[in-house]
DNA sequence: AAGTGGTCTAGACCACCTA
DNA sequence: AGGTGGTCTAGACCACTTC
């Protein structure tokens, strides 16, 4: 059993990007939900919102719920799908390795940056990802080692936020990103195939967890001419 | 007279903003808020709700709500903040010059980003942005015409999201942007002060209102080293 | 066991849109 | 006037944390 709003918004989500409900259209009315669901109001419009929060419908006051197209916002529709990732999904063949994966105390920028003592233990992780043979993007990750005990390279191939989602059950909260353009530093010069192009983008990414924690911080350096962020911003209400 | 949700929200956004709450405390119990604002608990739960969206708090099952430092997240907690004006307020000395206002057909491209007929009327609005005496950004907007009527230089150079939102009473809903890097046109050779730089950044605007309905296409051209996006992601409950 | 936030209910009244 | 979504209420029960 679950939610019974993340049950409806699931149903009705489906039901949207299945082409049950033409975009433009309208879905049908919170009294009507009311009764096909077999709830109360306030549950249907916990529904509704986050399907207005998430892309699939605009809620307009005094007319009702307009279906918007969702085949158009099919990307990162959550702002916290890493880069990583989403190149995995784009480029085909992606392949990731592993170049450091070390156990570390924080020098001092990156004891303000994780709020770690200086004595503390730190994993640093590099990778480089490959898509299409071509490495272009070189991320490096700092991790508190209190949250995470034990890393392999065989979890660092693949999506550590899965690992820690999935495999730890540790909920990921809210992270902050800066994006930025800088020169590429020689690092970046030696890990990727930069191609004659004389800037990298910059991703730093600051993840937190359920409980305000901090947990992560991760530079992410693309190669620009592959780069590309999506996001999808709206106002919301209560 | 206003929403008490976000009366409720207000007061207690200005107490953690104004240090009134340390950040890592706890704020009050939801119950205790109850009596202290004389309201219903879900009022008080739409407040919480939305100062946990806007990065001011962070809710925790069993434990309660942790005050943020909201001063780390002084930057758009709504991605919405377009960038020149994050640019204005960055900058100090900073000057918009309008260098094309016209009414114009859309081309195939613009048909299909606007989502226009191409004997449509649309407002094709060149500017640029200098930043203590360097053009740094070039914004190029298209808007339906079909909504804003009369537009001025004047208005070109304040906001024209104020403009929008403020004067003609129309609430912007959302918006979905696509940040990519690429080599600069002739176009941005002759307006911006690129330095020897090689690339720009170019932030794709697709700017949407209440109904649902395409309003705006806004390319924005940043030259590299004065570009920042900075960008608040969290995920969110009912 | 007590306190916290998370979900759910049934009903009320209001603001807005369409007719 | 009737339908729609937006706000608000008072109360209930559940899940999680802390003691």
Request: proline fraction near 3%; charge should be negative.
């Given at each position: 059993?679950?939610?019974?709003?993340?049950?409806?918004?699931?149903?009705?989500?489906?039901?949207?990007?299945?082409?049950?409900?033409?975009?433009?259209?309208?879905?049908?009315?919170?009294?009507?939900?009311?009764?096909?669901?077999?709830?109360?109001?306030?549950?249907?419009r916990?529904?509704?919102?986050?399907?207005a929060?998430?892309?699939?419908?605009?809620?307009?006051?005094?007319?009702?719920?307009?279906v918007?197209?969702?085949?158009?916002?099919?990307?990162?529709?959550?702002?916290?799908?890493s880069?990583?990732?989403?190149a995995?999904?784009?480029?085909?063949?992606?392949v990731?390795?592993?170049?450091?994966?070390?156990?570390?105390?924080?020098?001092?920028?990156?004891?303000?940056?994780?709020?770690?003592?200086?004595?503390?233990?730190?994993?640093?992780?590099?990778?480089?990802?490959?898509?299409?043979?071509?490495?272009?993007?070189?991320d490096?990750?700092?991790?508190?080692?209190?949250?995470?005990?034990?890393?392999?390279?065989?979890?660092?191939r693949?999506?550590?936020?899965?690992?820690?989602?999935n495999?730890?059950?540790?909920?990921?909260?809210?992270?902050?990103?800066e994006?930025?353009?800088?020169?590429?530093?020689e690092?970046?010069?030696?890990?990727?195939?930069?191609?004659?192009?004389?800037?990298?983008?910059?991703?730093?990414?600051?993840?937190y967890f359920?409980d305000?924690?901090?947990?992560?911080?991760?530079?992410?350096?693309?190669r620009?001419?592959?780069f590309?962020?999506?996001?999808?911003?709206?106002?919301?209400?209560?």
């Amino acid at each position: 059993m679950q939610n019974k709003y993340l049950q409806i918004y699931k149903e009705i989500a489906d039901q949207i990007q299945g082409g049950g409900f033409e975009p433009g259209s309208k879905l049908p009315s919170e009294h009507d939900l009311v009764e096909r669901f077999q709830t109360s109001r306030e549950t249907i419009r916990k529904a509704l919102s986050q399907l207005a929060q998430n892309g699939f419908i605009q809620k307009v006051q005094g007319k009702g719920s307009i279906v918007l197209d969702a085949r158009k916002f099919d990307f990162p529709v959550s702002g916290l799908v890493s880069f990583t990732e989403l190149a995995d999904m784009l480029g085909g063949n992606a392949v990731t390795e592993v170049e450091k994966l070390a156990l570390i105390h924080p020098d001092s920028s990156l004891q303000g940056a994780l709020q770690a003592a200086p004595d503390s233990f730190i994993w640093e992780v590099h990778r480089i990802r490959e898509i299409d043979g071509e490495r272009i993007i070189f991320d490096k990750d700092f991790f508190k080692k209190m949250y995470v005990d034990n890393l392999t390279e065989e979890i660092c191939r693949g999506s550590i936020y899965d690992y820690i989602e999935n495999e730890l059950g540790m909920a990921i909260s809210f992270a902050r990103k800066e994006i930025t353009v800088e020169a590429p530093t020689e690092e970046d010069r030696n890990y990727l195939d930069l191609e004659g192009y004389e800037t990298v983008v910059v991703v730093k990414n600051f993840v937190y967890f359920d409980d305000a924690s901090l947990f992560q911080y991760t530079e992410s350096r693309h190669r620009p001419d592959k780069f590309k962020f999506v996001d999808f911003a709206r106002r919301t209400k209560a």
